[in-house]
């Protein structure tokens, strides 16, 4: 698992949470972070535009914790 | 079932002419318009120049996060807010349960809409935001005041062009007349702004090139305005065992439809909606004061909402006054008519008759007293409100002065 991607994931979510970076572990829970269901939509698409990617459905709604977003974004090839 | 009195107790709004009911009263009795060249997108691309925008607005004065609600739907929340803060209303789950809210809007959330029609037809990105459908939703405002306050009773959206609002409020008041609601948050929004909607009206050509000027010979169109109004209503029984201040009362609402054309206004229709507003407040047409006209500065809406008034009045049609306070907030689509019901709402409390600004020449089919260029004081026991919409749908209410 990347380190980067891990940090630039944690990133991502704090500032559409409105916390540090260092908040985010990769253990984090999207409902330990505050994260409903059209955050995470909103988070998915910034992914999108960080990684200039296509995030397909079946990764997008099946993510709930940053460990998952990590893994989902190295099998769409993000390392 | 015996009809219950409804009284308004809180009023809230943010337009072009002021950002709260102080502000926004004190220019109608200084006959102040706000319309000035536009601002919100590049004026060098329209063929119309001036608007009555929302100046110095920053949403960050207003919201920590908008990420969910569109301008047009801020409007709304903002003058919700201070409706909400005039009425003194404590919330309980009991008045939760029983609080409807109903707004008007005719478009939505259009720079959303704009944003996402741009990104998907760019070359480079053809995906939108996934917040997009939430945010352009008409009755986003409606939903978010809902979560905003707890309140859970029957709610929702109205969308008649011009005459949203006055559709919205009448709805409003006959639930609480009812007893199908104790109280309600009603009125409207509207922000038109978008580079691709202020083309259309561009297009269309009823567009004063220079400021709208209601009733006057030399009148161009109309001049577009955005903006957000609520009202508080209750019965009156409610406002009085809760000791709350009351600003009038709404005794009469009357609808009709043209059947006739989608743009050109019908007098006929016109007529009815009047007449009906006034065999809803059991009141004969001579009792009323003053008539806010939806008055828009067209050529044609203006001679025919005189010919109605003369049809639907009489000879009484002489002795009222009628005005268009759009001279000055501007034409603020389906928030305009809850603009308007708090320019005649307050002018009845107050004893002023909100004047027509812009006004420089009589025209012989516009031959009523349009109280041009200065507010007056007069005692107002009864006023109406009209709002006539495109698509021929027409919405009438009647306020009385409470004593």
Known sequence: ?79 | MSKRRVVITGLGIISGIGKNTGDFWQSIVNCQSGIAPVELVDRSKLRFQNACEVKNYNPSDYFENIDLIDRFAQFSLISAREAVKDANIEWTEELQENTCIILGTSIGGQYANETATNAAFSETKSRVHPLTVPRVMPNSSVGNISIKYGIKGASYTISSACASSNHAIGNAFWMIRNGVAEMALTGGSESPFSFAHLKAWEAIRVVSPDVCRPFSKNRQGMTLGEGGATLVLESLESAQKRGAKIYGEIIGFGMSADASHITKPSQEGAERAMELALKDAEVSSDKIDYINAHGTGTLANDSMETAAIHTVFGSHANNLAVSSTKSMHGHALGGTSALEAIATILGTQNGILPPTANYQEKDEACDLDVVPNEAREKRIDYAMSNAFAFGGLNAVLIFRKFE
């Open chain 1, 1 to 79: 698992m990347s380190d980067t991607v891990f940090q630039k994931v944690a990133e991502l979510v704090a500032a559409r949470v409105h916390i540090s970076p260092e908040q985010v572990s990769i253990d984090s829970t999207f409902q330990d972070l505050g994260i409903d269901s059209l955050v995470a939509l909103s988070l998915i698409y910034d992914l999108e535009d960080e990684y200039q990617i296509e995030i397909p459905n079946e990764e997008a709604m099946n993510v709930q914790t940053v460990r998952q977003v990590v893994e989902s974004l190295g099998r769409l090839g993000v390392e």
